[in-house]
């Protein structure tokens, strides 16, 4: 009885320190609600042209984020149906996919099974970055000021009225700021001066002191089990390759770094994932999304082989049986 009393508290525990979607939300709005909204032109999966900074001062903007294959965006869609045929003249409802372990073309068959008709956008991670994006579904609000009103998860009377309010803020002149800089990686030129932050309270290095050939490993702690009924191929994809890396780190001649995104994850729901599956490399939780965007990664789980002079020699996606030669090949390049 003692036994089963305290794994039912061990789980609760569990359960009540891992961040629900709101507390996602919550932390992207802080920094966010209530500075000028970021001026960015986006294209939607049609071709079409959005410049939002022409909204500002003018209309308010409604932007959802979502993904197909996350479960509450699927169950709050008809509410975005709702308000974009009910927007009239003041508000522009725009629909922009992740674009994290989705496709154009899955986009595309879901809007056409749903019956959309709003703008969709697919993202390639630098509007989730100017919008701070930490969760599916992420509604941001921007009232007619041009000013960011509002930033949540869920649909609520809360959504509501910062809808509502969004359409009567006043304009103003300084309603924009400029678009945030945003740096691709180019996987021709070498990884260096970079500094990564990790778990351990360490400092993972890549500069001329630290020339080591190195594996990194994009990943999200919830694939594996988010995804076993939506994506059971994806899924299994994340644990193969979880169960690969796991093998081969250890006494490997490369350094290794783990990289999880900061999309539905936080520093102690990367920690639970590290202690449940015993990894042994470091690991970052890419909170930002910066090193996804630098190294220009949309899907994982997905590998870099960087040489010893900082050059990202192979990508991969997925399990590659071949990938115990290729780390021979890395550590003698």
């Known amino acids: 009885m003692r036994i089963v009393i ?6 609760f525990s569990a359960l009540a320190q891992a961040e629900t979607g709101e507390q996602h939300a ?23 042209t959005i410049d939002l ?10 932007l959802k984020f979502w ?8 169950e709050q869609m008809p509410h975005l149906k709702e308000v974009y045929e009910h927007a009239g003249s003041d508000l522009a ?14 986009v595309r068959k879901y809007r056409d099974a749903m019956g959309l008709k709003m703008p969709i956008v697919f993202d390639d991670g630098s509007i989730g970055e100017a919008f ?6 992420q509604h941001v609000v921007i009232g007619k000021d041009g000013r960011v009103l509002y930033v949540g998860h869920e649909v609520n009377a809360k959504l509501t009225a910062a809808l509502q309010a969004a ?26 001066n970079l500094s990564v932050p990790t778990l351990d309270g360490e400092s993972f290095q890549f500069d001329a002191q630290h020339a080591h050939p190195t594996v990194l490993v994009f990943l999200s702690p919830w694939c594996e089990t988010y995804l076993a009924h939506s994506r059971p191929a994806l899924a299994a994809s994340c644990k193969a390759v979880r169960e690969q890396v796991t093998s081969l780190s250890r006494d490997s001649p490369v350094r290794w770094l783990g990289i999880a995104s900061g999309l539905w994850s936080g520093k102690d729901d990367l920690l639970a994932y590290q202690r449940e599956h015993h990894l ?33 020699v192979r990508r991969i996606e997925g399990v590659d049986a071949q990938l115990p030669s290729k780390l021979k090949a890395l550590a003698a390049h």
């Open 93 to 106: 409802v725009i629909a922009v996919d992740v674009g994290f372990d989705d496709t154009v073309e899955d």
């Open 167 to 192: 359409r009567t803020s006043v304009a103003s002149s300084d309603a924009t700021v400029a678009a945030p800089h945003v740096s691709d990686h180019d996987d021709s030129e070498p990884v260096t």
């Open 280 to 312: 042994t490399m470091p690991l970052a939780l890419d909170a930002s999304g910066t090193l996804f965007r630098r190294f220009r990664v949309m899907h994982v789980p997905t590998l870099l082989l960087i040489d010893a002079q900082g050059h990202v």
């Open 132 to 137: 701070h994006l930490r969760v599916t579904p």
């Open 67 to 74: 993904a197909t294959w996350c479960v509450p965006c699927r």
């Open 26 to 48: 919550q932390s992207a709005a802080r920094g966010l609600v209530g500075t000028p909204a970021p001026r960015l032109v986006l294209k939607t999966i049609d071709g079409q």
């Open 53 to 62: 900074a022409s909204y500002y001062g003018k209309k308010a903007v409604y």
């Open 6 to 11: 305290l794994f039912l508290l061990l789980v």
